[in-house]
T-cell receptor
């Protein structure tokens, strides 16, 4: 089955700096790559996603890149703010498999004011 | 739509008791997922359904766990008998298979003492 690795497990950045989280996946058939943000005590919520026919996608301060050849994708957060502090999860899924989402282990991001 | 609805939000039970967690997916979604979240193991997929049919239950820890989806608007996850190591937050998520984005419920925090 699919295996998703995520690094780093924790990330501390100064407010205003950028944060980068990287994920790799194992199944070349995966074609959908969402990123979820989970604040303490709350549910994971989708913040951005990318599909296999796209190499990069941006939404304000966040962007995701995908390299299908290398089977890795990354989340970039620019101009970080304290409210960006949370746990971020990457995931991969295969439409043909009913969009079964396999998650990475998560990255705890702390933005220091 | 109110989103994915889970009940109860919190459950404290004694070891050996039966526990039933409930989930109502978003209307129109045809895929439903049960995840377990712990600090040690992160977000683990237990089972998922597509059009009410269980597709992959390879994540179910053992025979003490069972899940049903009798119709498109309701699913249960049952643990019998419960054990302290089952203590975790259990999330239900649903998606529309063609699009991929999964929406999570608020979760059920289960404590087995």
């Amino acid at each position: 089955g699919e295996n998703v690795e995520q690094h780093p497990s924790t990330l501390s950045v100064q407010e205003g700096d950028s944060a980068v989280i990287k994920c790799t996946y194992s199944d070349s058939a995966s074609n959908y790559f969402p990123w979820y943000k989970q604040e303490l005590g709350k549910r994971p919520q989708l913040i951005i996603d990318i599909r296999s026919n796209v190499g990069e996608k941006k939404d304000q301060r966040i962007a995701v890149t995908l390299n299908k050849t290398a089977k890795h994708f990354s989340l970039h957060i620019t101009e970080t703010q304290p409210e960006d502090s949370a746990v971020y999860f990457c995931a991969a899924s295969i439409k043909a498999a009913g969009n079964k989402l396999t998650f990475g282990g998560g990255t705890r991001v702390l933005v220091k004011p | 739509d109110a989103g994915v609805i889970q009940s109860p939000r919190h459950e404290v039970t004694e070891m050996g008791q039966e526990v039933t967690l409930r989930c109502k997916p978003i209307s129109g979604h045809n895929s439903l997922f049960w995840y377990r979240q712990t600090m040690m193991r992160g977000l683990e997929l237990l089972i998922y359904f597509n059009n009410n049919v269980p597709i992959d239950d390879s994540g179910m820890p053992e025979d003490r766990f069972s899940a049903k989806m009798p119709n498109a608007s309701f699913s249960t996850l049952k643990i019998q008998p419960s054990e302290p190591r089952d203590s975790a937050v259990y999330f239900c998520a649903s998606s529309f298979g063609g699009l991929g984005e999964a929406f999570f419920g608020q979760g059920t925090r289960l404590t087995v003492v």
